[in-house]
């Protein structure tokens, strides 16, 4: 896993200027609004100039403040408490709360959709494919996106298993027979389960291939993953916005469906008479 960019400040902060070591002391102590600052507002609160700032970035090895700012979002999202993400959204969100919140989540969409690895998502889906089993796991937040991969997968193919955690080795023993030929889809974001990289460890120790779906390459589960399917995720109040992991979910169904077209809409088909047959749903009148 990528170096907490904290720790980095801390290791090297007694070598530093005396300006640098003024930005860095607040950086350690005011992480949680920093990380949303700009060069010159942080400046400003640390009693430095704006150039200091940047040069402070380049010391750290960093290609420039706006990734010394990406580096410190990053480990706020998993080192705030719950208390702590509630004060940062206030001062984040403004008055229109409805307006900042879509804003953010269509950045955040954006954004994956720039990075995604589409040879990683190829990849992925052809391991999908030949799979002899598919197991698909997420706790907490990630577990309602593991949920609804499981949903439609399931509609697709008889060899897929959710696999469930209430903690101990609950979730080891549902994965006691994963073997080279199957796939674990590992769905871990900020603040990173524990539980979830263990399973993705277990998994890739009996061969299987992993694929990982969190929000960077230096994720816990990205470790043991054959793939990493990155999506930006952000904290929308003391939760988690999980808007673009859910677009590359639907890109998965997508893709499934396409290359097996005529199986799926059997599937469909035969599913519609079961619905039409129980009344599952409301009839048009």
């Known amino acids: 896993m990528q170096n907490d960019i904290l720790d980095l400040i801390k290791e090297k902060r007694n070598g530093m200027s005396k300006g640098h ?21 942080l400046g400003v609160a640390a009693g430095v100039s704006e150039s200091t700032v940047v040069r402070f970035a ?28 509630i004060r ?19 950045e955040k969409i954006r954004y994956t959709m720039e990075h995604l690895s589409r040879d990683s998502f190829n990849r992925a889906m052809d391991a999908i494919d030949g799979a002899g089993n598919i197991y698909i796991t997420g706790v907490r937040s990630s577990a309602a996106l593991a949920q609804f991969l499981y949903y439609y997968f399931d509609i697709i193919y008889d060899n897929v298993k959710f696999i469930r955690s209430s903690g101990g080795s609950e979730i080891f023993e549902q994965l006691m027979k994963v073997g080279e030929n199957d796939v674990m ?10 539980n979830i990289a263990k399973a993705a460890d277990f998994a890739a120790s009996a061969g299987a291939k992993v694929i990982a779906i969190t929000d960077s390459a230096s994720s816990p589960i990205a470790t043991h993953a054959a793939e990493v399917l990155t999506a930006r995720s952000d904290m929308a109040s003391f939760a988690d916005s999980l808007v673009a992991p859910l677009s590359i979910i639907n890109a998965m169904v997508a893709a499934v469906s396409m290359r097996s077209h005529d199986e799926v809409a059997a599937r469909l088909r035969r599913l519609e008479e079961i619905w039409d047959e129980y009344d599952v749903y409301e009839k048009n009148s």
Do not use: K, N
């Not at 410190?72 to 999202?77: E, G, N, P, T, W």
């Not at 940062?88 to 269509?106: F, H, K, W, Y």
């Open 185 to 194: 889809i590992a769905i871990s974001f900020p603040r990173y389960s524990s």
């Open 88 to 106: 940062l959204s206030e001062s984040r969100l403004g008055d229109d709360i409805p307006g900042g919140v879509l804003t953010s989540d269509m």
């Open 21 to 41: 070591r003024l930005v860095a002391d607040y950086l350690l102590e005011h992480f949680d609004s920093a990380a949303y600052m700009t060069a010159q507002a």
């Open 58 to 85: 380049a010391e750290l090895g960093l290609d420039g403040y706006p990734e010394l700012q990406q580096r410190i979002q990053d480990a706020s999202r998993h080192r705030l408490t719950s208390v702590q993400r």
